[in-house]
């Protein structure tokens, strides 16, 4: 077997195990911290240290080198866009390098996989292939990161509008806003609700209210979001009715979302119109006159 085979096999398999162990280490960190908790009081501490993760030994400072070289390569990567982007996608345990590393060891991996297969199929493009592959390596975690971010995104905006009404609900019956908030993340649960806990510990902690709120707007980066702390920022400061407020932000959300639905349904039609023409239509002719086509051929063959 190649020499370049066995790295490129290497290399992607790395590459695809780091991926896995970034994605499984939320649930993986909640499973043992669930373990603990139950276990609480019940387990002696043994003698002797505990020995850290194969992450924490291996995987981690090997990240961190190769973030570093990458931005030593490229300067123009901003962590804080990163970090930005991190918060919007609710990936808050994540640092931005996390990413960059997991970006230089895509490009790598992308490198040598592009290699090895423009090599067995066209030696005259082996480069311009390995390039192609590196840049995709390279921009599969943008490319993550903005699907996290879209579908958090959407989450949001889904659950605003019932966040809302139980807002408003708890305001009118006597409670102030952030025992209302509080009486919100009692109740349900989703990305929204963590946007929510996080403003709530910002308050408790001596944050203002108006800066906490605001902070929630920008990690959330929803344009429904931003509306409804704009709203509450300003009842806040001219003293209007904050159930009122919050009915009215409650009405608007579920319009957008209306007329959101509306116009993905409008648009249902020219996006079917493609796959119909490409997949069905070519069927539908073979079938219909297929027959007609091999009836001809005998006519005129005799």
């Not at 490009?107 to 311009?128: D, E, I, N, Q, R």
């Not at 809302?164 to 609900?169: H, I, Q």
Request: glycine content about 8%; proline content about 5%; hydrophobic content about 50%.
């Amino acid at each position: 077997m190649p020499m370049t085979l066995i790295l490129a096999i290497a290399a992607v398999g790395g590459a695809v195990f780091y991926l896995a162990e970034v994605a499984t280490s939320p649930m993986r960190n909640r499973r043992n911290l669930v373990h603990r908790a139950a276990n609480y009081g019940l387990v002696r501490r043994t003698s002797g240290t505990e020995l850290p993760r194969f992450r924490d030994r291996a995987l981690d400072p090997l990240i961190a080198k190769v973030a570093r070289f990458v931005l030593r390569i490229n300067p123009r990567i901003s962590s804080e866009i990163i970090s930005a982007k991190l918060m919007a996608a609710g990936m808050r345990k994540t640092s931005p390098t996390t990413i960059i590393g997991a970006k230089g060891i895509l490009a790598a991996g992308g490198f040598f996989f592009g290699a090895v297969l423009g090599s067995a199929s066209a030696p005259k493009y082996m480069f311009l292939t390995a390039i192609l592959f590196a840049g995709i390596g390279a921009f599969a975690p943008n490319l993550y990161l903005q699907t996290r971010i879209r579908s958090r995104q959407a989450a949001v905006s889904a659950q605003l509008p019932d966040a809302l009404d139980l807002l408003a609900v708890s305001v009118e019956a006597g409670l102030g806003f952030d025992g209302a908030v509080q009486k919100l993340t009692e109740h349900m649960d989703g990305p929204l609700i963590e946007e929510f806990e996080l403003a709530l510990g910002g308050i408790r902690i001596g944050e203002g209210r108006i800066e906490a709120l605001k902070k929630m707007a920008d990690r959330s980066a929803s344009q429904e979001m931003s509306s409804f702390v704009r709203a509450i920022i300003q009842a806040d400061q001219l003293g209007i009715s904050l159930g009122r407020i919050l009915k009215v932000q409650a009405g608007d959300t579920r319009l957008k979302r209306q007329l959101l639905a509306e116009e993905k349904a409008a648009k249902a039609p020219i996006k079917m119109m493609f796959p119909t023409v490409i997949f069905i239509f070519p069927a539908m002719f073979l079938v219909i006159l297929g027959p007609a086509f091999l009836n001809l051929a005998k006519l005129f063959k005799f």
